[in-house]
C-alpha cells in the first residue's frame, strides 16, 4: 500500500510527458522551478523514487541542466528532511544516546563535509541513513546542502544522460537504479568518495595519535 501513492506518480507522469514536454518549451524557467520542488518534495520519504524524477530531468531539460536541476532539488530536500528531523527527534535522540553522540560531536563537525559529500558520491549509502547526520549533530545546513549537491552532480548527470536518450518516457518503467550501477560506474565514484575522505580520515588519525 505504501508504494500506490509512488505508483500513481509515476503513472501520471508517463501519461502526461507530452503535456510535460510542451509546458518545458513554452514556460522554461517556471517549468524548471517547478521540478526543482517536485524533487525538493518527492525525495523526502525513504521509498525509491529519486531515479524516476532523476530521469524525468534529464527528459525534460536534457543532461547537463536536468543534472544541476535534480541535485538542487535533492539538496533542498535534504535540508528539509533535516530541519524537519532536528526539530521533531533531536531531543528524543539525545535522551536516549546524548552522551555518545557528545563524545563524537567535535569529530563529525569538523569533517561533516567530507562525510556527507562522499556518502553521495557513493550512490549504494542509503540516502536516508546520510540525512540522520544533521538531525542528531548540529551541522551547519548551508554544508548539508552544498556537500549534497556536489556530491549528487555525478550519479544525476549520468541518469539524466540515459533520460536525454529515452524517447518516451514509458521506457522508464522497466528501467531502475540497478541498470546502471555497473562496476565501471560505481569503482571511479567509490575511488573519488575515498579520495574526498582522505583529508578527513588523516585528521582523525592524527588526533588520534595526539590523544595517546
Known amino acids: 500500500m505504501m508504494n500506490e501513492p509512488l505508483f500513481n506518480l509515476t503513472a501520471w507522469v508517463v501519461a502526461s510527458q507530452?503535456?510535460?514536454?510542451?509546458?518545458?518549451?513554452?514556460?522554461?524557467?517556471?517549468?524548471?522551478?517547478?521540478?526543482?520542488?517536485?524533487?525538493?518534495?518527492?525525495?523526502?520519504?525513504p521509498f525509491p523514487g529519486g531515479f524516476l524524477l532523476?530521469?524525468?530531468?534529464?527528459?525534460?531539460?536534457?543532461?547537463?541542466?536536468?543534472?544541476?536541476?535534480?541535485?538542487?532539488?535533492?539538496?533542498?530536500?535534504?535540508?528539509?528532511?533535516g530541519a524537519v528531523g532536528r526539530r521533531l527527534f533531536r531531543g528524543p535522540i539525545h535522551r536516549r544516546w546524548g552522551h555518545r553522540l557528545q563524545k563524537m560531536e567535535a569529530k563529525v563537525?569538523?569533517?561533516?563535509?567530507?562525510?556527507?559529500?562522499?556518502?553521495?558520491?557513493?550512490?549504494?549509502v542509503p540516502a536516508w541513513l546520510i540525512n540522520m547526520l544533521p538531525v542528531a549533530f548540529p551541522i551547519p545546513f548551508r554544508h548539508v546542502l552544498v556537500a549534497t549537491f556536489l556530491g549528487l552532480l555525478p550519479i544525476s548527470f549520468v541518469v539524466a544522460s540515459l533520460g536525454a536518450e529515452l524517447s518516451s518516457l514509458t521506457q522508464a518503467q522497466s528501467l531502475g537504479m540497478t541498470?546502471?550501477?555497473?562496476?565501471?560506474?560505481?569503482?571511479p565514484l567509490g575511488i573519488l568518495a575515498l579520495l574526498v575522505l582522505t583529508p578527513a580520515l588523516l585528521s582523525l588519525r592524527s588526533a588520534g595519535q595526539r590523544g595517546r
Open 179 to 187: 541498470d546502471i550501477l555497473s562496476p565501471s560506474l560505481l569503482l
Open 18 to 45: 507530452e503535456t510535460l514536454l510542451a509546458w518545458t518549451a513554452l514556460h522554461p524557467v517556471a517549468m524548471a522551478a517547478g521540478y526543482v520542488v517536485a524533487v525538493t518534495f518527492g525525495k523526502v520519504t
Open 54 to 81: 532523476m530521469l524525468t530531468g534529464g527528459f525534460l531539460f536534457g543532461a547537463p541542466l536536468g543534472a544541476v536541476l535534480s541535485a538542487t532539488g535533492s539538496a533542498f530536500s535534504a535540508v528539509m528532511v
Open 109 to 124: 563537525n569538523a569533517n561533516a563535509f567530507s562525510v556527507i559529500l562522499a556518502a553521495r558520491l557513493f550512490p549504494l
